[in-house]
């Protein structure tokens, strides 16, 4: 399945300069505009049994050349809020209320017609299955000269050579566009997922969990390339992912979201370093880590709740090892501390300075967890289990 | 009692490629795909064993043997000293698959949506026929979904599986490995389908089994995170060969093979990067190549860093290296590990340097006219 190997760099920059667009904006755009501004975003699904409440006010900003992760478990409305964006949503969901604003242009509000302008031209996504996602009869060039001859309206024979180009960009050699997306491999149907994304040199890039369904060392190329990309291109990236990880390694900014809700929002190195709302804390204490010294995981207890009928208050408390009386009632609003994070928490009332609350880690997992004996006849792993048992509570918590 | 629970010699499974009907007529060879290509390999009573590789490494087929699922075209099984190869039915095969139980990775595929929860833990137990009394079997079955934590358990045994969460299906197919009294359990991918907070659950219920039933884990993962945690000894499988083995913190922290040294530099880390480390990545090109065209020598020498670096030995073209031993039950197979050498440390990749429109001369794709914006 290998192919030819083809070296990471590509001999060709997309865009000249960083940041520079090669065409112009929308006529209605706001040069000094922020990239993308959302606010106050809801979106609904309508299901026989009840209304379910995706996403439920959602705010955040993209700057120019920005990578925001957006992180949280399976259901808490990531990919609900980035599709909102271009309403590229299924039947039964709709946009309830809130404000898109890209270049400063309100998206929300513009009929499907007015916005088909914007799709794949200003935003287009990175799909999760490339193996579903690719049209298993058509050759990887057509595919992506395709966005080029519909949305931008150039001459097949100059979409075909663009398409090429764009597969070179990523890492695939020109003489691929033939081929058809069973003949590649796992890694370079993901890389043709991207040229497609980047057709129509789009403003916005959103990758929708670019990397979940690949090898460890096929992901690192992905990323690798994401983050040349960036370089080269100064796109702009939201990246929906349910691994941190990558989203410290490849995001400036980070939002986690909780059962449709903004839990905590801010820049990469702040949040991971010292997190304050209770969910990021036990996410981020959840995830696997070679770098640790202790072979532990934190357990985070329950799951994410049924948006149909959310529980009162802050929708994380049923869960909160730190749950006051206070959060059973009133749903925390956000709160922006100077140092560039937004948390949603009444453990930090806009009233306060924000210093961080570490919240008590009560149960951990792993062989150097307390009460886990090892093999006998296999030496060394349990040495520190001791030491770990000693450990205070909460030590966990990075 | 053996401490060596199981023991793989030289294990080989050789898929053949099959031909046209004409090749078949003219006996044309094809030849075939090395899914496994020689391994030895222990597990020992009462630990986590860790195998670990990317897509094609073999992993799954050596799981797939040990649990009887696949037969070997070569060397040995053996199950507590006992050979146990050419078991293929039978009392003996009843025997050892009671002993010997699977997880596989996806709940939602493995449960029968039409099955209750009860009916597919008590299966295994009518096709056993150990428990021949019914009241004794609904017994059994309790017991099992109480241990996966699925408690109160009567609650669960008659609900189906769409009444469960992901978690929950998790435990359930955990239960139906447990009921059987099993000593090896082999787990395949049993996390990577669940999210963070149910794979933590997940691991910590396996651990506590281990501590509570003195189960044995072959735990087969893609994450060497996951192993990280887990796993006492973890083994890195390439090709369908053992590249290296040991305590999981021998193979982690100080890989005696460059394979596993790349892999462990690419795991992403939940702490963002300072400056200039994410230069300590190395980034293997290309991927795996196919079973079916096996490279000479070294089977790993065409993406090894090394080569590309300081030129490559001309025995890894040449010569498969052994397993060498690094001491304290770690070995890898790598010519540079030969006598116990430990890999030297490898400066960082130079990190990919993006070909700016400076060094090209600005020479990027035609821009596209204006007006056809």
């Given at each position: 399945?290998?192919?030819?190997?083809?070296?990471i760099?590509?001999?060709?920059?997309?865009?000249?300069?960083?940041?520079?667009?090669?065409?112009?904006?929308p006529?209605q755009?706001?040069?000094?505009?922020t990239?993308?501004?959302?606010?106050?975003?809801?979106?609904?699904f309508?299901?026989s049994?009840?209304?379910?409440k995706?996403v439920?006010?959602?705010?955040?900003?993209?700057?120019d050349?920005?990578?925001?992760?957006?992180?949280?478990?399976?259901?808490?409305?990531?990919?609900?809020?980035?599709?909102?964006?271009?309403?590229?949503?299924?039947?039964?969901?709709?946009?309830?209320?809130?404000s898109?604003?890209?270049?400063?242009?309100?998206l929300a509000?513009?009929?499907?017609?007015?916005?088909?302008?914007?799709?794949?031209r200003e935003?287009?996504?990175?799909?999760?299955?490339?193996?579903?996602?690719?049209?298993?009869?058509?050759?990887?060039g057509?595919?992506?000269?395709?966005?080029?001859?519909?949305?931008?309206?150039?001459?097949?024979?100059?979409?075909?050579?663009?398409?090429?180009?764009?597969?070179?960009?990523?890492?695939i050699?020109r003489?691929?566009?033939?081929?058809?997306?069973?003949?590649l491999?796992?890694?370079?149907?993901?890389?043709?997922?991207?040229?497609?994304a980047l057709a129509?040199?789009?403003?916005?890039?959103?990758?929708?969990?670019?990397?979940?369904?690949?090898?460890?060392?096929?992901q690192?190329?992905?990323l690798?390339?994401?983050?040349?990309?960036?370089?080269?291109l100064g796109?702009?990236?939201?990246?929906?992912?349910?691994?941190?990880?990558v989203?410290?390694?490849?995001c400036?900014?980070?939002?986690?979201?909780?059962?449709?809700?903004?839990?905590?929002?801010?820049?990469v190195?702040?949040?991971?370093?010292?997190?304050?709302?209770?969910?990021?804390?036990?996410?981020l204490?959840?995830?696997?880590?070679?770098?640790?010294d202790?072979?532990?995981?934190?357990?985070?207890?329950?799951?994410?709740?049924?948006l149909?009928?959310?529980?009162?208050?802050?929708?994380f408390h049923?869960?909160?090892p730190?749950?006051?009386?206070?959060?059973?009632?009133?749903?925390?609003?956000?709160?922006?501390?100077a140092?560039?994070?937004?948390?949603?928490?009444h453990?930090?009332?806009?009233?306060g300075d924000?210093?961080?609350r570490?919240?008590?880690?009560?149960?951990?997992?792993?062989?150097?967890?307390?009460?886990?004996?090892?093999?006998?006849?296999?030496?060394?792993?349990?040495?520190?289990?001791?030491g770990?048992?000693?450990?205070?509570?909460g030590?966990?918590?990075? | 009692?053996?401490?060596?629970?199981?023991?793989?010699e030289?294990?080989?499974?050789?898929?053949?490629?099959?031909?046209?009907?004409?090749d078949?007529?003219?006996r044309?060879?094809?030849?075939?795909?090395?899914?496994?290509?020689?391994?030895?390999?222990?597990?020992?009573r009462?630990?986590?064993?860790?195998?670990?590789?990317e897509?094609?490494?073999?992993?799954?087929?050596?799981g797939r043997?040990?649990?009887?699922?696949?037969r070997?075209t070569?060397g040995r099984?053996?199950?507590?000293?006992?050979?146990?190869?050419?078991?293929?039915?039978?009392?003996?095969?009843?025997?050892?698959?009671?002993r010997v139980?699977?997880?596989f990775?996806?709940?939602?595929?493995?449960?029968?949506p039409?099955q209750t929860?009860?009916?597919f833990?008590?299966?295994?137990?009518?096709?056993?026929?150990?428990?021949?009394?019914?009241?004794?079997?609904?017994?059994?079955?309790?017991?099992?979904?109480?241990?996966?934590g699925?408690?109160?358990?009567?609650?669960?045994?008659?609900?189906?599986?769409?009444?469960?969460?992901?978690?929950?299906r998790?435990?359930?197919?955990?239960a139906?490995?447990?009921?059987?009294?099993?000593?090896?359990?082999?787990?395949?991918?049993?996390?990577?389908?669940?999210?963070?907070s149910?794979?933590?659950?997940?691991?910590?219920?396996?651990?506590?089994?281990?501590?509570?039933?003195?189960?044995t884990?072959?735990?087969i993962?893609?994450?060497?995170?996951?192993?990280?945690v887990?796993?006492?000894?973890?083994?890195?499988?390439?090709?369908?060969?053992?590249?290296?083995i040991g305590l999981?913190?021998?193979?982690?922290?100080?890989p005696?093979?460059?394979?596993?040294?790349?892999?462990?530099?690419?795991?992403?880390?939940?702490e963002?990067?300072?400056?200039?480390?994410?230069?300590?990545?190395?980034?293997?090109?290309?991927?795996?190549?196919?079973a079916?065209?096996?490279?000479?020598?070294c089977r790993?020498?065409?993406?090894?860093?090394?080569?590309?670096?300081?030129?490559?030995l001309?025995?890894?073209?040449t010569?498969?290296?052994?397993l060498?031993?690094?001491g304290?039950?770690?070995?890898?197979?790598?010519?540079?590990?030969?006598?116990?050498?430990?890999l030297?440390?490898?400066e960082?990749t130079?990190?990919?340097?993006p070909?700016?429109?400076?060094?090209?001369?600005?020479?990027?794709?035609?821009?596209?006219p204006?007006?056809n914006r």
């Amino acid at each position: 399945m290998g192919g030819p190997d083809v070296p990471i760099e590509p001999p060709i920059a997309l865009r000249t300069v960083r940041g520079r667009r090669q065409w112009p904006l929308p006529k209605q755009a706001d040069p000094n505009a922020t990239l993308l501004v959302v606010e106050n975003l809801r979106t609904y699904f309508t299901l026989s049994s009840g209304t379910v409440k995706a996403v439920d006010g959602v705010s955040f900003e993209l700057h120019d050349g920005e990578a925001l992760g957006i992180a949280g478990e399976s259901g808490c409305g990531k990919t609900t809020t980035a599709l909102s964006l271009l309403r590229l949503l299924p039947a039964n969901a709709k946009v309830v209320g809130g404000s898109v604003k890209l270049f400063g242009i309100e998206l929300a509000t513009k009929s499907e017609n007015a916005l088909r302008r914007y799709r794949w031209r200003e935003i287009s996504v990175i799909f999760q299955g490339a193996m579903n996602a690719l049209n298993p009869v058509l050759r990887v060039g057509d595919q992506v000269a395709e966005p080029i001859v519909e949305r931008l309206g150039l001459p097949r024979a100059e979409a075909n050579r663009r398409a090429r180009e764009l597969l070179e960009l990523v890492g695939i050699a020109r003489d691929r566009a033939a081929d058809y997306p069973h003949q590649l491999s796992g890694g370079m149907r993901q890389r043709a997922m991207i040229a497609m994304a980047l057709a129509c040199d789009p403003a916005i890039v959103i990758g929708d969990e670019p990397t979940t369904a690949l090898d460890v060392m096929v992901q690192a190329q992905i990323l690798e390339l994401l983050e040349r990309l960036r370089e080269q291109l100064g796109l702009s990236l939201i990246l929906i992912t349910h691994d941190l990880s990558v989203i410290a390694e490849t995001c400036d900014r980070v939002m986690v979201m909780y059962a449709g809700r903004v839990a905590e929002e801010g820049p990469v190195r702040t949040v991971f370093s010292g997190p304050r709302h209770p969910y990021t804390q036990m996410l981020l204490a959840a995830i696997p880590n070679l770098d640790s010294d202790k072979r532990l995981l934190a357990t985070i207890p329950g799951s994410p709740p049924d948006l149909r009928t959310p529980p009162p208050g802050c929708r994380f408390h049923p869960r909160c090892p730190m749950a006051m009386d206070v959060c059973r009632e009133i749903i925390p609003e956000e709160v922006r501390y100077a140092d560039g994070v937004r948390v949603a928490c009444h453990l930090y009332p806009p009233s306060g300075d924000g210093t961080r609350r570490p919240i008590p880690i009560l149960e951990v997992t792993g062989v150097d967890a307390p009460g886990v004996t090892a093999a006998p006849g296999v030496t060394g792993a349990p040495a520190r289990g001791g030491g770990a048992a000693a450990a205070p509570a909460g030590e966990l918590a990075p | 009692m053996n401490e060596e629970l199981v023991r793989l010699e030289d294990l080989q499974v050789h898929f053949p490629i099959r031909g046209s009907f004409a090749d078949a007529i003219l006996r044309r060879r094809h030849g075939a795909v090395r899914a496994v290509d020689g391994i030895d390999l222990a597990i020992r009573r009462g630990e986590v064993l860790g195998l670990v590789g990317e897509s094609g490494s073999g992993k799954t087929t050596t799981g797939r043997v040990i649990v009887k699922l696949t037969r070997p075209t070569g060397g040995r099984l053996l199950l507590d000293g006992q050979d146990v190869t050419a078991v293929w039915g039978g009392p003996a095969l009843r025997d050892y698959r009671r002993r010997v139980q699977l997880i596989f990775q996806d709940p939602y595929e493995t449960l029968n949506p039409k099955q209750t929860i009860h009916d597919f833990v008590a299966e295994p137990l009518e096709v056993q026929r150990i428990v021949p009394l019914a009241s004794a079997r609904e017994r059994r079955v309790l017991e099992a979904l109480e241990a996966a934590g699925l408690r109160p358990a009567s609650d669960f045994a008659f609900r189906y599986p769409h009444e469960l969460s992901g978690g929950q299906r998790q435990r359930v197919v955990i239960a139906g490995a447990l009921v059987l009294g099993p000593e090896l359990v082999v787990a395949d991918e049993p996390v990577s389908m669940l999210d963070v907070s149910i794979r933590t659950e997940i691991l910590k219920l396996m651990l506590d089994l281990r501590t509570e039933h003195g189960l044995t884990y072959l735990f087969i993962t893609h994450d060497l995170s996951v192993a990280w945690v887990i796993a006492d000894r973890i083994a890195v499988m390439y090709l369908g060969r053992i590249l290296e083995i040991g305590l999981a913190e021998d193979v982690i922290r100080r890989p005696g093979n460059p394979y596993t040294q790349a892999l462990v530099s690419v795991m992403p880390s939940p702490e963002p990067p300072e400056i200039g480390h994410r230069a300590k990545r190395q980034i293997l090109v290309g991927e795996t190549p196919s079973a079916a065209a096996i490279p000479t020598g070294c089977r790993f020498h065409p993406r090894c860093p090394w080569a590309a670096r300081a030129g490559i030995l001309e025995r890894c073209r040449t010569a498969e290296p052994p397993l060498f031993d690094m001491g304290n039950g770690h070995a890898a197979a790598c010519w540079l590990a030969e006598g116990g050498r430990p890999l030297p440390v490898l400066e960082a990749t130079p990190a990919v340097v993006p070909q700016t429109a400076g060094v090209t001369g600005g020479a990027g794709p035609t821009p596209l006219p204006a007006a056809n914006r």
